[in-house]
């Protein structure tokens, strides 16, 4: 009951360009993720992936996706792909990974302008998906500060558990760590379970 | 570090204290924590100060309050988080540069620091 009327009052006083922010700590497969939605509804890709972090450092924005849902409703919104919020930025690990000195200092700093554009970017959000690698510590102090600030900011928020194809993936833990949200476990690379992601969505916008 | 150190400063006055001292390479054991919006803007000038010197800062936070999710527990926490404000918890503030990474589990704290003097003298 209490779900219908927030999705009631959310709809009636819904805005017309709904910005949905996807969030999370570099690597954890936000950008894949931002490719997954606009290929599957677009038809076309939004941004470069890379195995190596900050490959994102830049705001990217889709405007006008529309998905449907099961029963035939239809949601609209800018999809906001953030880069990776850090406390941490080392030049030297884009060296360790074979890239030239003044490469990675570049790298470096616009990486670190990248996070101060999506620690910017937040509040303007109505709604975000928090996408963490499901194989990695969800205990990071980095999730915890950027769910803290959507909550204390009333932006509706949901938690993307993302490479659940991977065999290290914990969503056990993600769950103990985050008992109070909706966690969708997902594999943005291979679509796995996507279906229900876009469900969860739904919910989210309140459509 | 007693919370009563940071508690009459203004955000910005909080935020530059622990950051100034992270980047003395001191490691900084806060009794309490900062608001979200203030850790927000603890990384935000992280960022605008990370240079060839500085790496950035290790953070963590434990508070039991983040992971009661209702019930007579939460009840418990909320009444002393009104009685204590933001001093419940304890927060790890570390220079990047001397801590190489802060495991938590979830209630416990691994830190594991780097040789810093080893480095230098490379």
């Not at chain 1, 709809?11 to 360009?17: G, I, N, S």
């Not at chain 2, 304890?90 to 540069?97: F, H, P, V, W, Y």
């Amino acid at each position: 009951m209490l779900r219908f009327l927030k999705r009631w009052f959310r709809r009636l006083f819904a805005k017309q360009d709904v910005k949905l922010g996807l969030y999370g700590p570099p690597n954890s497969g936000k950008t894949t993720l931002a490719n997954r939605i606009c290929k599957d509804w677009l038809g076309e890709e939004l941004g470069k992936v890379s195995k190596m972090a900050h490959e994102t450092r830049e705001i990217q924005m889709k405007e006008s996706v529309t998905i449907k849902s099961k029963d035939g409703r239809e949601l609209q919104f800018n999809l906001v792909d953030t880069p990776g919020i850090a406390t941490k930025v080392d030049y030297e690990e884009f060296l360790k990974a074979g890239m030239p000195e003044k490469k990675a200092k570049k790298r470096a700093k616009e990486a670190t302008k990248g996070v101060i554009d999506s620690i910017k970017w937040l509040d303007d959000m109505d709604a975000v998906v928090v996408v963490l690698d499901a194989t990695t510590d969800p205990y990071s102090q980095v999730n915890i500060t950027i769910i803290g600030n959507l909550q204390a900011r009333e932006i509706p928020v949901t938690i993307a558990a993302n490479k659940v194809d991977l065999r290290k993936a914990n969503m056990k833990k993600i769950q103990a760590a985050f008992p109070q949200y909706n966690i969708v476990g997902i594999s943005a690379k291979y679509g796995k379970n996507i279906n229900n992601f876009y469900e969860e969505v739904f919910d989210l916008i309140g459509a | 570090m007693g919370y009563h150190e940071i508690e009459k400063l203004s955000s910005l006055g909080r935020i530059r204290k622990l950051l100034n001292l992270a980047k003395d390479n001191k490691i900084i054991l806060l009794q309490g924590r900062l608001r979200p919006d203030e850790e927000k803007e603890l990384i935000k000038a992280t960022m605008e100060e990370i240079n060839k010197e500085f790496k950035g800062i290790e953070l963590a936070v434990i508070d039991p309050r983040d992971r009661v999710k209702d019930g007579l527990q939460k009840f418990k926490y909320d009444m002393m988080g009104l009685v204590l404000g933001m001093q419940t918890g304890i927060t790890i503030i570390g220079s990047a540069n001397v801590v190489k990474k802060i495991k938590r589990d979830p209630s416990k704290i691994e830190l594991l620091t780097k040789d810093v003097k080893k480095k230098k003298k490379k």
